[in-house]
């Protein structure tokens, strides 16, 4: 079983829907990252999360240490938010490196 | 520059090839992480180094990969005797802060494809 689960790995959704991802993680952690990557393109980091909630535009990340869980919402998307989401933690007590989940991929339609 | 800068975006090697691919980070920044990702497959750590420090190689597959950072900036990956298994895209990153404790800004990537 991998350290870091994501679901879904696929989502499909039409454009102005509410999208949630999810993370779960089996490791302590002391930061979790969200990450965006586009096809052919880099990586761009979205939230770095240690608690709680942050919002940054029509992006929404939480955190629930106890459960070890994050999700990634999504409002009103756009066909421009098609991407692969990665999560990402940062074990506790380790050197730094990240672990990754294995990434979800969404497509929004028009 | 502005962000973390990869060279060469994309290299073919033939089997039995050295390859060197190169991280310049951002400026200032203390980290610096190379991770591998095959194709359709989150990125794997390789290892990270705190300014000049090799802090952790745990990553690394085999002793044909090696990294560099002499002057604490700019960083070398090198493999030696490149195998089929080595085609992957090799990701850079860099964070201000040590242990990653900060955001983390990603290169493009070099893409390796080793025939």
């Known amino acids: 079983k991998n350290e870091v689960e994501q679901s879904p790995q696929n989502l499909t959704a039409q454009e102005g829907e509410f999208i949630t991802i999810n993370c779960s993680y089996s490791?302590?952690?002391?930061?979790l990252h969200w990450l965006q990557q586009h096809p052919g393109g880099g990586i761009v980091s979205l939230f770095m999360l240690s608690s709680g909630k942050k919002k940054h535009g029509r992006l929404i990340a939480t955190i629930n240490i106890q459960e070890k869980h994050s999700s990634l919402h999504i409002t009103a998307s756009h066909p421009r938010d098609s991407a692969v989401y990665i999560c990402?933690?940062?074990?506790?007590?380790?050197?730094?490196?990240?672990?990754f989940g294995q990434g979800t991929t969404l497509q929004v339609k028009p | 520059g502005a962000g973390v800068s990869q060279s060469p975006r994309y290299k073919v090697a033939k089997r039995g090839q050295d390859v060197a691919l190169r991280c310049d980070p951002i400026?200032?920044?203390?980290?610096l992480f190379w991770y591998q990702q095959a194709l359709g497959q989150g990125p794997e750590f390789l290892t990270y180094f705190q300014n000049e420090a090799q802090l952790d190689k745990s990553g690394l597959p085999s002793d044909r990969f090696f990294a560099e950072r002499p002057e604490g900036s700019v960083s070398t990956l090198k493999i030696q005797r490149t195998q089929q298994e080595d085609s992957a895209v090799y990701l850079c990153?860099?964070?201000?802060?040590?242990?990653?404790?900060?955001?983390?800004?990603f290169g493009e990537g070099s893409r390796l494809t080793v025939l």
């Open positions: 400026s200032g920044h203390v980290s």
């Open positions: 990402a933690v940062k074990g506790s007590g380790n050197t730094g490196k990240l672990i």
């Open positions: 990153a860099s964070s201000l802060l040590a242990e990653n404790t900060g955001e983390l800004f």
């Open positions: 490791v302590g952690i002391s930061a």
